[in-house]
């Protein structure tokens, strides 16, 4: 399992490198933090290595490193790295190639955790990111751009974790919302593991949109409960009735998070007639993880 976790500004990534690293550590699984900073002119990165060159004298930085500094130094407050290292160190970085840089590090809970520089277009990296290194999970921050939330969602292969209002204070519960759908296993896969490894209770539903009895999804739901009562998860299970988009919107509150499985439907069919996951991530005022 391979996540990757999208961080911008230094405080408003904080929830989403946090929660983030939560279901990594969750799922054991390879973490990469990657921060995508402007492309630089051809001028200007002959002066960035040369700022590189003479960093002790100068202490100057490549666009982003800072950034970095921080993640670093915030995974290693919350104890999810295990460094022997006391500071960050600009030469820890290593160039590569497609614009990226990487710096290597040794998690508590995976066997590595990658520190990430990219330049460019963010939905292109990201997308690159995802597609070159095979990650199952992109967690991005909630800001007030749902263009690029929906444009990500969309297209980019992997599942997405949209991280909105999250407290590093509440003791959250998940929702899980289940149908017949590929997506939907995935969702209970990674719900079950994230509420085992956090001792989160489960609250696990099933919409009827037009109040008519649907013995398969009930199946669905029972099946679901019964496999996180023998994992001695804490669950709940309802039926509701209504459009799906504003019944799941309505049930979550603001210490859920809610996990569901993605439409099926056909990428292109989805950008011009949406998509019930991406409404639910756009419209819900708590983390969503949209799964695929």
């Not at 492309?39 to 970095?68: I, M």
């Not at 929702?175 to 997506?183: A, D, H, K, W, Y």
């Not at 859920?256 to 005022?285: L, T």
Request: proline content about 3%.
């Amino acid at each position: 399992m391979n996540i990757l976790i999208a961080i911008g500004g230094r405080d408003y990534s904080k929830p989403t490198l946090d929660l983030g690293m939560k279901v990594a550590n969750s799922l054991e699984a390879s973490t990469t933090i990657a921060y995508v900073g402007k492309k630089v002119s051809q001028f200007s990165e002959k002066d960035v290595s040369v700022a590189h060159q003479n960093l002790d004298e100068r202490q100057l930085y490549r666009p982003g490193v800072r950034t970095l500094e921080w993640a670093y130094d915030f995974l290693k407050s919350k104890n999810y790295i295990q460094e022997e290292t006391n500071d960050f160190n600009d030469h820890l970085l290593v160039d590569e190639e497609n614009s990226r840089m990487r710096v290597l590090l040794k998690g508590k809970h995976s066997n590595k955790i990658n520190l990430i520089l990219r330049t460019g277009e963010i939905i292109d990296q990201l997308r690159s990111e995802v597609q070159t290194n095979n990650h199952d999970i992109t967690v991005i921050g909630g800001g007030s751009n749902k263009g690029m939330h929906h444009d990500l969602v969309q297209f980019i292969d992997s599942s997405v974790l949209v991280v909105k209002n999250y407290s590093f204070k509440k003791k959250y519960k998940i929702l899980l919302p289940v149908n017949n759908s590929i997506g939907s296993n995935n969702a209970i896969e990674i719900a079950e593991k994230f509420a085992k490894a956090n001792k989160l209770s489960v609250e696990i539903v099933t919409v009827l949109e037009n109040k008519s009895s649907d013995d398969n999804l009930k199946k669905i739901l029972d099946r679901t409960a019964k496999r996180f009562s023998k994992s001695r998860i804490r669950n709940t299970t309802k039926i509701l009735e209504g459009p799906v988009v504003k019944t799941i919107t309505q049930s979550a509150s603001d210490d859920s998070i809610v996990m569901i499985g993605v439409s099926p439907k056909n990428p292109i069919m989805k950008y011009f007639f949406g998509s019930k996951p991406i409404s639910i991530a756009q419209k819900c005022e708590c983390p969503v993880l949209i799964a695929k």
